[in-house]
C-alpha cells in the first residue's frame, strides 16, 4: 500500500530552528508537497520538490531524497505565526496525490 | 485570500436533514476536488471533477451527492449523514487535473460539519 508518515506534533521555541521529517512509500514518484494550515483554515502551498536536494524560500526550506522516500521542511527563525499544522504529499505514478496526516507546529515564546 | 470560497462554514444537521455545501473559485481552473479532513487523519479526496465532468469517485457512500454546474461552481448534496461523517470538507481547484500532480492546488477553508 502507499503510505506518508510523518510526526504527528512537535514543539519549538520562538527563533529557534526546527525540521519536520516525511517519508514515504508510493507507487512510483512525481513530486513532493508541503502545505500549511492554520486551525480553521485553508491549506496554503509552502513547497515542491521533484528533484534531489534543498530549495530555500526565505525562512523556510524543503529538502528531498527520492532513493532514501524521505523529505523534510525546514523552519528557520521561529515566529508564534508559524504555529500551525504542515502536511506533506506526494503524487504518485498516476499522478494523485496521497497525503500525510499532518505535523501540528507548537511554538512556544 | 486564496481564490476559493466555500460557503457555509459552519454547518450542524441531524441526521435525517439535507443540506448543500458550496464551492465556488476566482481562479479560471478548470479541475475542483472535495476532500474529508477528519482530525489527525490524512486528507480523503472523495470526489474531482475536470470541466465539469467527473473524473473521480473514491468509493464514497452515496449518501454524498456531488454537483459541478460550470467549471466555477462545485457543490456536495448531503441527506441521511451519519455521526462520522463529522468533519471538515474541503474543496480545492487546480489548473486541470493533470497539472495537480506537479502545480499546487488551491484549498478554500472549508466546512465544518456536525451531525447531531
Known amino acids: 500500500g502507499q503510505n506518508i508518515d510523518q510526526p504527528t506534533e512537535m514543539t519549538a521555541t520562538e527563533g529557534a530552528i526546527v525540521q519536520i521529517n516525511c517519508t514515504y512509500q508510493?507507487?512510483?514518484?512525481?513530486?513532493l508537497f508541503w502545505y500549511q494550515q492554520h486551525a480553521g483554515e485553508a491549506p496554503t502551498f509552502l513547497s515542491y520538490?521533484?528533484l534531489d536536494g534543498l530549495e530555500e524560500k526565505g525562512r523556510f526550506s524543503s529538502f528531498l531524497s527520492r532513493s532514501k522516500g524521505y523529505s523534510y521542511l525546514l523552519l528557520k527563525e521561529l515566529q508564534m505565526k508559524d504555529s500551525a499544522s504542515y502536511l506533506c504529499?506526494?503524487?504518485?505514478?498516476?499522478?494523485?496525490?496521497?497525503w500525510g496526516a499532518g505535523t501540528k507546529l507548537i511554538i512556544k515564546p | 485570500e486564496t481564490g476559493v470560497t466555500q460557503t457555509p462554514r459552519h454547518l450542524v444537521m441531524g441526521m435525517t436533514n439535507k443540506k448543500s455545501l458550496k464551492c465556488e473559485q476566482h481562479?479560471?481552473?478548470?479541475?475542483m476536488y472535495w476532500y474529508k479532513q477528519s482530525a489527525k487523519k490524512p486528507l480523503e479526496l472523495m470526489f474531482v471533477?475536470?470541466?465539469?465532468?467527473?473524473?473521480e469517485n473514491n468509493s464514497v457512500p452515496s449518501r454524498f451527492s456531488p454537483e459541478c454546474p460550470n467549471s466555477s461552481h462545485l457543490f456536495l448534496h448531503l441527506h441521511t449523514l451519519q455521526p462520522e461523517d463529522s468533519a471538515l470538507y474541503l474543496c480545492?481547484?487546480?489548473?486541470?487535473?493533470?497539472?495537480?500532480?506537479?502545480?499546487?492546488?488551491?484549498f478554500g477553508d472549508g466546512t465544518r460539519l456536525s451531525i447531531l
Open positions: 480545492a481547484s487546480s489548473q486541470d487535473v493533470e497539472a495537480a500532480s506537479n502545480q499546487p492546488q488551491h
Open positions: 481562479l479560471g481552473h478548470n479541475a
Open positions: 471533477y475536470s470541466l465539469e465532468e467527473r473524473v
Open positions: 508510493t507507487s512510483g514518484f512525481n513530486g
Open positions: 520538490n521533484v
Open positions: 504529499a506526494v503524487s504518485d505514478s498516476n499522478y494523485q496525490l496521497i
